[in-house]
């Protein structure tokens, strides 16, 4: 499975912006999906996952009641929805694979996409 994560940009704070992660390859329903972002000068950091078929989804404390995480099976696609964004949210998105431990660990990840900016302005 290759990942290619999309989506980023330039916004405003209090803005939106979805994030998509399409996946290439026949397997990628029997992954469980996360989100993590890395700004500048900082590790990276988890951010939200969904199980392989969707019915489980957890979130970091710092993006809970603004963001969503989903995905669409039948388009091999992961999304994140982030709402009411703010200047601390600036950072490379990164999307990732997870075979079985349902993890918010980036070392329980084997598959990566490349990456996408997202800058928010105060």
């Known amino acids: 499975v290759q990942l290619q994560a999309s989506g980023g940009g330039l916004v405003q704070a209090g803005g939106s912006l979805r994030l998509s992660c399409v996946a290439s390859?026949?397997?990628?329903?029997?992954?469980?999906m996360g989100w993590f972002r890395q700004a500048p000068g900082k590790e990276r950091e988890f951010v939200s996952a969904?199980?392989?078929?969707?019915?489980?989804?957890r979130y970091a404390d710092s993006v809970k009641g603004r963001f969503t995480i989903s995905r669409d099976n039948a388009k091999n696609t992961v999304y994140l929805q982030m709402n009411s964004l703010k200047p601390e949210d600036t950072a490379v998105y990164y999307c990732?694979?997870?075979?079985?431990?349902?993890?918010?660990?980036?070392?329980?990840?084997?598959?990566w996409g490349q990456g996408t900016q997202v800058t928010v302005s105060s």
């Open positions: 990732a694979a997870d075979s079985g431990s349902w993890s918010t660990l980036s070392s329980a990840y084997e598959l």
């Open positions: 969904i199980s392989w078929s969707g019915g489980m989804t």
């Open positions: 390859g026949r397997t990628f329903s029997s992954y469980h």
